[in-house]
């Protein structure tokens, strides 16, 4: 049977080293907030809202939430992101994702102050994803990968890892990240002539390709580490369920991460702490 790789252990890790980061800062006259912004009343969106809110406020991390009606025009999106820009009490702005379809997310995004960048929207967080230079944080899901990967003590250095999924969430970030850590990253997708057989010779496997349980024991060999970081619904079976086959996958591999209760019990662990690097920052 393999190792569960529990999220929420990792989550209940961070929150003790970041509720001390919040407390030092307390101690110096600033409280890391964080500005949430929606468009909106998309369900997944609110539960996602409602779950950073309250991981944010139990490690002691303000939360101001503002919401935009699902016909706002791109002048009131981008008059809200200014606002919130020009907030001397926000330190990080999260603004979620997808928005209806009227508005222009690219336009959205760039508007955003880097600095206050928390979840990887500004191309200067890219670059510093990509080239380790500008302002802005790595996507959160990404980096609660490694989270995952470092609390467990498990080894990236000279390892392979295999990345199914291109995105620019999650897919490419993580590849880049990794390679930072000096793995050997391998992304495949999509259009990826026998995916499986490459994933099959890795050391570890993240699987970001965004479809529910599409992803088999054929994917994976004994003793691999699999992180799965598919949250979707599945409306027949009334349950959350990741991008693997957990009862087909688990017997196989060494080690793998559940859903729910795990990439995503972590993310939002991560966003509270890009939110007090933030503020730190800011401090000087």
Same mark, same amino acid.
């Given at each position: *049977?393999?190792?569960?790789?529990? &999220?929420?252990? @990792? ?50 991390? #303000? %939360? ?10 791109? !002048? ?15 330190? #990080? ?10 508005? $222009? ?57 295999? %990345?199914?999924?291109?995105?620019? @969430? ?8 990794? *390679?930072?850590? =000096? ?5 495949? =997708? ?14 570890? !496997? ?19 580490? !699999?992180?799965? %970081?598919?949250? $979707?619904? $599945?409306?027949?079976? &009334?349950?959350?369920?990741?991008? !693997? ?20 019990? %972590? ?18």
């Amino acid at each position: *049977m393999a190792q569960i790789l529990s &999220g929420k252990d @990792v989550a209940a890790a961070m929150k003790e080293r970041l509720s001390a980061d919040v407390a030092d800062l307390k101690a110096k006259g600033v409280r890391p907030t964080l500005a949430i912004l929606r468009v909106g009343e998309k369900g997944d969106q609110i539960a996602y809202e409602r779950g950073a809110t309250k991981r944010c406020e139990g490690i002691g991390v #303000g %939360v101001r939430s503002m919401t935009l009606a699902e016909e706002a025009t791109q !002048v009131e999106l981008l008059a809200a992101i200014r606002t919130l820009n020009d907030d001397e009490g926000v330190h #990080g702005v999260l603004l979620l994702s997808p928005l209806p379809a009227h508005l $222009n997310l690219k336009e959205a995004a760039a508007a955003l102050d880097p600095e206050k960048d928390v979840d990887s929207a500004t191309a200067s967080s890219l670059a510093r994803v990509f080239a380790g230079e500008g302002a802005g944080f790595a996507p959160c899901t990404a980096q609660a990968c490694l989270e995952i990967l470092r609390h467990y003590d498990i080894a990236v250095e000279g390892k392979h890892v295999g %990345v199914l999924g291109r995105s620019l @969430v999650i897919g490419r970030p993580v590849a880049l990240m990794l *390679m930072h850590e =000096h793995a050997t990253p391998t992304i495949c =997708h999509s259009r990826s002539v026998d995916a499986h057989l490459i994933t099959r010779t890795c050391d570890i !496997v993240i699987v970001a390709v965004g479809r529910g349980e599409s992803i088999g024991a054929s994917y994976f060999s004994e003793g691999q580490v !699999v992180i799965d %970081v598919g949250t $979707n619904w $599945n409306a027949e079976a &009334g349950k959350l369920t990741g991008d !693997v086959r957990f009862d087909e996958v688990e017997p196989l591999v060494g080690a793998i991460t559940p859903v729910p209760g795990g990439v995503g019990a %972590v993310t939002t662990s991560v966003l509270a702490q890009h939110v007090i690097q933030a503020a730190r920052r800011r401090l000087g």
